[in-house]
């Protein structure tokens, strides 16, 4: 079985993290993070933005990109403006596949050198020439949907579960 995974590079806004997080928990995805962090992940802005769920989530901390690329292996899609693919090239429907997502951080995003040995795997979001680039935990949210979309959201609750409010809730 393969799994989704967003991988943030030298995340420097904890509350961008704290949400990526949620999304995570809510997409059964695995977060990785590179060192340096701009924050300390136990910082208040992480908890709430991440709405109490951060103690859930599935997260790996690596010192480096180096650390980072000796314990992965899969397919690995890089989110960056100057992507020269859109996301209607990523391929993400192979469940058996692990597909990692690498984000950048929000200042200056993916370093160039990373970049430049995947040019293949760059992706960027269409969109005006009116904004440099969408929020990082908003392009987070769009490429794990976008694959779960394409893996058919395998496992995920189409309905609002029943430990919760329930199907019927409107219906009430």
């Excluded at 020439?129 to 949210?141: E, P, W, Y």
Aim: charged letters at 25%; proline letters at 3%; hydrophobic letters at 35%.
């Amino acid at each position: 079985m393969g799994s989704l995974n967003l991988v943030l590079y030298q995340p420097e806004i904890p509350q961008n993290t704290g949400n990526i997080m949620r999304t995570c928990l809510a997409t059964n995805t695995t977060l990785h993070l590179i060192k340096p962090l701009g924050f300390s992940l136990d910082e208040k802005e992480i908890k709430r933005s991440g709405a109490n769920y951060v103690k859930d989530v599935h997260y790996i901390l690596y010192e480096n990109w180096e650390e980072f690329l000796a314990k992965n292996k899969g397919e690995m899609y890089f989110l960056t403006r100057y992507g020269l693919h859109n996301l209607y090239d990523v391929k993400a429907s192979d469940d058996t596949k692990d597909y990692y997502f690498v984000l950048g951080k929000e200042s200056t995003g993916i370093d160039k050198e990373i970049l430049k040995d995947n040019l293949d795997r760059c992706i960027r979001l269409p969109m005006t020439d009116k904004v440099r680039a969408l929020n990082v935990s908003n392009v987070a949210a769009i490429i794990v949907y976008e694959a779960l979309r394409q893996q058919g959201f395998k496992g995920l609750s189409e309905f609002e579960p029943e430990s919760m409010k329930g199907k019927d809730f409107l219906l009430k």
